[in-house]
């Protein structure tokens, strides 16, 4: 595995993954504020629809977020890109120092 390659897969555990998480953190929490305020809203007679708003834009943001981890994952499956690279098979090559075979 060369630096880049190891580079970009730690940016991807450390930065991408937990931002997708919080993302859909959010959307999620989005959602149920939206269902308590529609549910006050229900109680108390009021139709200003923000709690219907908030409903939408949370179930929103957690489709957005589910799509882009699917297409993620789809054109990571269909190039192979998490394949890492088996050079035991190759001879009369030196991996370097700091190489560990996980």
Do not use: C
């Not at 834009?57 to 957690?62: A, D, I, K, Q, T």
């Amino acid at each position: 595995m060369n630096a880049g390659q190891s580079l970009l897969e730690r940016i991807n555990t450390y930065v991408v993954d937990p931002i997708i998480a919080v993302i859909f953190t959010l959307g999620l929490l989005l959602f149920f504020v939206g269902i308590v305020e529609y549910l006050w809203e229900i109680k108390d007679g009021t139709t200003n629809g923000d709690g219907r708003k908030h409903l939408i834009y949370g179930l929103v943001g957690m489709l957005v977020m589910v799509s882009v981890n699917g297409i993620i994952n789809m054109i990571t499956n269909t190039f192979q890109l998490d394949d890492a690279v088996d050079i035991s098979r190759i001879q009369n090559v030196n991996p370097g120092v700091n190489f560990q075979n996980r």
